[in-house]
């Protein structure tokens, strides 16, 4: 299928309001749930109009691949039916040698 996202830079982060300490189990994740709310959005999250000036969009096929750098904040919209696989790149903790 076919999938749009949109990225906005790590440097805007006080521009997308995240949850914080007010949602503990997704402190990482965005207040704004749509981001193609219009004028509503922009009366709720004035701020937000510096990071959507800024962000960046892609448009995904099938085969294709999108690596998110580390910090970067996304958004994803389904343009079709497909499957998609998320890969998180965490560094391993070394393990105790026995």
């Not at 299928?1 to 914080?20: E, I, N, V, W």
């Not at 004035?46 to 000036?53: H, V």
């Not at 085969?63 to 998110?68: C, K, T």
Request: glycine share 8%.
């Amino acid at each position: 299928g076919r999938k749009r996202f949109r990225l906005f830079r790590p440097g805007d982060h006080d521009c997308l309001y995240a949850r914080g300490a007010a949602d503990p189990g997704a402190p990482h994740v965005s207040q704004i749930e749509d981001t193609s709310a219009g004028a509503d959005l922009m009366e709720r999250f004035p701020r937000f109009a510096t990071a959507a000036a800024r962000s960046l969009d892609v448009e995904l096929g099938p085969g294709d691949a999108l690596l998110v750098p580390r910090w970067w904040w996304h958004e994803t919209y389904a343009l079709s039916d497909g499957h998609a696989v998320n890969w998180w790149f965490e560094p391993r903790k070394p393990r105790p040698v026995q």
